[in-house]
Each structure stands twice: as structure tokens, then as C-alpha cells.
């Protein structure tokens, strides 16, 4: 969440000194005038925070979708030999994901914005396929969006792939 803050007050701690945030130390002292000298530690609970859940719940969540997507058994109640391929995938990414991590000197809180961009790049696409199959009446039944909610979703939608556009020409033309 403390990472969330400096982002958020960029423009404030830009003008109060703080030039380039480089690693997660950068990002502590540059709470400081916001946080007081508290700063530090509300920054590493916060960054602790984020690493825990971000390490349990993201390859789970990874590892549920795509064998389930592929037609694979899934679950952590199933054994290793009735859901092979999910728990391989699923370890698969804590190893890759913590092998990223330890890499040397990899500037990670720009590898942390670069992939939320492509997270933010990424997500009309998501957001058109589901709503796509939300609204399939042999996939969904009586549990299909309603018009008032295809209204909301489609807007919503439209909004964030007009924002994604201008996010890419700003990128692009300057």
C-alpha cells in the first residue's frame, strides 16, 4: 500500500526533492515527509504486506485459471496424481516468480510499474472476452447479465479501452 502512496504522490515528492525512485529504500525515504519518521516502517510492513499475499494468492490464482481454462483438474483438495498439471503449473510459478525476484540488481519497482502497465494495457481485452461470455445464455442461463448491467459493464468497458488508447499515443507520441 506504501508503494501505492509514493505513486500517488509522485508530483508532491517529485517537488520536495525526491528526483527517482530506484529500489524499495528510495521509496521509504521518500515517505517521510508525508509519513514522518515513521515512514520506514509503515513502507516495509506495507511492502511485506504485499509480497505475502502477492506470493500465495497470484500463482494460485494463475495456476486455478489456466487448468481449468484447458479442461485440467484443479484444486488444493485433490491429490498431486488426480491434478498433475495444476500443481506442477502452480509450482512452476513460485520458482520462476522467486527466481525473477533474486535476480541481481533488477531494478523492481520498475519491473513493478511495467507490469502494471501491462496489466492496464491488458485488461480491455479481458474485460471484452468476459462480458462476451457473460452474456452466452448456454453458458450462463438465467445468470446472464441483465440489460442494466450490460449497460454499466460495456460502458465501463469502452471507458477503459478509450483511457488504454491515450495511455499508448501519450507513450508513443510524447
Given amino acids: 500500500m506504501a508503494f501505492f502512496i509514493v505513486v500517488a504522490c509522485g508530483a508532491t515528492l517529485y517537488t520536495r526533492g525526491v528526483r527517482e525512485i530506484k529500489d524499495a529504500a528510495d521509496a521509504a525515504v521518500a515517505l517521510a515527509p508525508l509519513a514522518g519518521?515513521?515512514?520506514?516502517?509503515?513502507?516495509?510492513?506495507?511492502?511485506?504486506?504485499?509480497a505475502l499475499l502477492s506470493a500465495a494468492i497470484l500463482p494460485l490464482?494463475?495456476?486455478?485459471?489456466?487448468?481449468?481454462g484447458l479442461g485440467f483438474e484443479s484444486g488444493l483438495n485433490k491429490k498431486f496424481s488426480e491434478a498433475p498439471i495444476f500443481y506442477w503449473l502452480y509450482t512452476s510459478l513460485v520458482v520462476v516468480g522467486?527466481?525473477?525476484?533474486?535476480?541481481?540488481?533488477?531494478p523492481l519497482i520498475k519491473v513493478i510499474i511495467v507490469s502494471?502497465?501491462?496489466?492496464g494495457v491488458l485488461i480491455p481485452f479481458v474485460l471484452f472476452f468476459m462480458l462476451r461470455l457473460i452474456?452466452?445464455?448456454?453458458l450462463m442461463?438465467?445468470?446472464r447479465n441483465s440489460r442494466v448491467a450490460n449497460v454499466i459493464a460495456w460502458s465501463t468497458s469502452a471507458v477503459m479501452i478509450a483511457l488504454t488508447i491515450a495511455?499508448?499515443?501519450?507513450s508513443i507520441a510524447g
Fill in 98 to 106: 522467486a527466481g525473477f525476484v533474486l535476480i541481481p540488481r533488477l
Fill in 116 to 119: 502494471q502497465v501491462a496489466n
Fill in 61 to 68: 490464482a494463475t495456476a486455478y485459471n489456466v487448468a481449468e
Fill in 141 to 143: 442461463g438465467t445468470y
Fill in 167 to 170: 495511455l499508448v499515443w501519450t
Fill in 37 to 50: 519518521r515513521f515512514a520506514s516502517v509503515l513502507f516495509a510492513i506495507g511492502l511485506l504486506n504485499a
Fill in 135 to 138: 452474456n452466452r445464455e448456454d
